[in-house]
């Protein structure tokens, strides 16, 4: 909300306590960092009650008592109203406040439960599988298809393995449900094994990595075939 001064007669207008003289014209626009110092000027709130000054507040010119309340940062009797088409202002009695049509509500529920979606989990795959063979496997019971309408977050992937061996763990992803599946992340488990430890990538409170009919899945390529491997994601839809 702007603070302009109009000088509503023909000459100058010293105010003497702030040292800034009105003309005529152009309209003085207060800088904000000099609101405090008006806030304190007696000489305008003279000038603003003999009707020699006009307040106006970047779109409506204020009556005395509105006037002086703005450079006095005390805010106007008068308030827009937070949304509508016609931007008509509160000021009688009779004017009711505007409510937030059913659209607004859902975007503002989809945003609330986007902000903590990493509170609560919707979405949890795992498993664990022999490693029998040094080709690239799917880690079955691992596959998510994201829902019409949904968006994926994830907030976790991690996995373990007990062998002595170097092991690549994938989370892939197929953009559409159709063409190749894509890296997304991918865990190096290097030779010394991982014991019964388990790497862990934590995304706080996750990061949309998904999209509605996008494809998810763990894959395993190993160097050896040996050992056992155990893997996860984790996200919500929202």
Do not use: C
Not at 118 to 140: H, I, P
Not at 199 to 223: C, H, P, Q, R, W
């Amino acid at each position: 909300m702007s603070k302009i001064l109009i000088n509503n007669t023909a000459s100058p207008i010293p105010i003497s306590d702030t040292g800034v003289t009105l003309q005529v014209t152009p309209n003085y626009t207060i800088p904000a960092q000099d609101y405090l110092l008006w806030a304190a000027s007696s000489d305008i709130i003279t000038q603003i009650g003999s009707g020699d000054v006009i307040v106006n507040d970047g779109s409506t010119n204020l009556s005395i008592s509105d006037g002086t309340d703005l450079i006095k940062d005390i805010f106007p009797k008068k308030m827009g109203v937070l949304s509508g088409d016609d931007l008509t202002q509160i000021g009688h009695v009779t004017d009711k406040l505007k409510v937030i049509d059913e659209d607004s509500i859902t975007v503002l529920n989809q945003i609330a439960i986007a902000v903590g979606a990493g509170s609560g989990l919707s979405v949890f795959k795992q498993n664990e599988a022999a490693v029998t063979s040094r080709t690239k496997f799917d880690l079955s019971g691992t596959t998510y298809t994201v829902p019409t309408g949904k968006k994926f977050l994830l907030t976790s992937f991690s996995g373990s393995y007990d062998a002595q061996a170097a092991l690549y763990l994938r989370l892939e992803k197929q953009t559409g449900g159709t063409g190749s599946f894509v890296t997304q992340f991918r865990m190096t488990m290097m030779s010394g094994g991982q014991g019964n430890s388990t790497i862990s990538m934590e995304f706080g409170n996750g990061i949309v990595i998904g999209l509605a009919t996008d494809v998810f899945k763990l894959t395993v390529e190993s160097s050896i075939a040996k050992g056992t491997i155990w893997g996860q994601f984790a996200g919500s839809e929202i």
